[in-house]
């Protein structure tokens, strides 16, 4: 549904975004991760055709955004970071002058409001004037505004920044009613909400695609590593050593301290590759040079400390 290939954009020598690539499959539900910077919204104001690429190719449905723009406009509903949302009008007046905007017949408006303020549940404040509704609902307006003219495509940029979690969980919740008849990408740098909405991550760091997975394979991922926290009292340890002696050991790949949670004591946070368990050699470590242990416990890492680690390697 949605073809990306090689697209660059340049702001002045900033890159914000650098060679993406990506397809996106219809029906599918894909959540633009990134921290903020990543290029999140540039990527999703040239799918809208807001602004354009430097370099690349932008297909949608087989058309060829810069051939057919109108065309592709036509398919895709777009939520802003910052809707633009008239605030001295009504509810009711700024979908109609959407729907008119979108080139939908007078006679069909009306009708296309309804279904719009229908749709995200606002039927009950379209009289009102926007500038006189919560955060929450005036993100719900800016929905409707993108639903306006039946799109197959759904673009939310950040859709649940700034509302509260009463708001959250409902904005969700229109999501995932909407995401079973459309594809829909939605940006987020909040791991937790994508993981429960989308269907696949497009992961984005300082411009460049790091991970595009379904989001059960990033979670297979995050569990093929494995950590340990050893917790040593402090008598008798050289902190470095103890990190040497262990980094050395086989199926290691990062040891750190991580800090103090009891009185006189260290943790240490150790993360090994699936397939090793270095248990055993670590008691052994312990008792030969005499360190003090009083905990080993396995952990596994989270979505969001996979996510940390792949943004923290992958951009520069
Ligand atoms: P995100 O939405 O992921 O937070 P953006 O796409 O807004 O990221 O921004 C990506 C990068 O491009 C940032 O470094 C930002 O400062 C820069 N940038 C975005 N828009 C502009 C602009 N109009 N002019 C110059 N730099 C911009
Ligand atoms: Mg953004």
């Known amino acids: 549904m949605i073809k990306v290939s090689g ?5 002045g020598e900033h890159r914000a975004l650098n060679q993406v690539s990506f397809h996106i499959k219809k029906g599918e ?15 999703l104001n040239i799918l809208t055709g807001y602004i354009f690429a430097n370099e690349g190719q932008v297909l949608v449905d087989g058309m060829d955004m810069m ?10 509903g777009f939520l802003p970071e910052k809707p ?10 700024y979908l109609l002058f959407v729907a008119e905007l979108n080139g ?11 279904k719009a303020a229908h749709h995200t549940g606002i039927t009950h404040v379209i009289k009102r004037r926007i500038k006189n509704l919560s955060k929450g609902y005036c993100q719900r307006v800016g929905l409707s505004q993108a639903l306006i003219g039946d799109k197959e495509i759904l673009l939310l940029d950040e859709p649940t920044v700034g509302l509260d979690p009463k708001q959250i969980m409902d904005m969700r919740q229109l999501i995932q009613e909407l995401s079973t008849t459309r594809t829909i990408i939605i ?8 993981s429960v909405l989308c269907d696949s991550i497009l992961l984005l760091n300082k411009g460049h695609m790091i991970a595009h997975e379904k989001v059960e394979n990033m979670i297979k991922n995050a569990l093929n590593i494995h950590q340990l926290i050893l917790r040593l009292g402090l008598a008798g ?3 470095e050593t103890i990190i040497a002696n262990i980094k050395c050991m086989e199926g290691v790949l990062d040891t750190y301290l991580v800090g103090t949670y009891e009185s006189n004591t260290w943790d240490y946070s150790i993360s090994v590759n699936k397939g090793y368990d270095i248990r055993t050699q670590l008691v052994a470590l312990c008792h030969e040079k005499n360190y003090p242990l009083l905990m080993l416990q396995p952990t596994v ?3 969001e400390e996979m996510f940390m680690k792949l943004t923290e390697e992958g951009g520069a």
């Open 67 to 76: 051939q057919s723009l109108i065309a592709v406009k036509r398919k895709i």
């Open 104 to 114: 939908i017949a007078k006679k069909d408006r009306h009708q296309a409001m309804e």
């Open 237 to 239: 340890c050289d902190q």
């Open 29 to 43: 539900v894909v959540g633009l991760l990134g921290p903020n910077g990543a290029g999140k919204s540039t990527l």
């Open 7 to 11: 697209l660059t954009k340049r702001y």
């Open 84 to 93: 633009p949302l008239y605030k001295d009008m009504t509810v009711k007046e």
């Open 301 to 303: 890492l989270t979505l």
């Open 187 to 194: 940006s987020s740098h909040i791991l937790s909400e994508i």
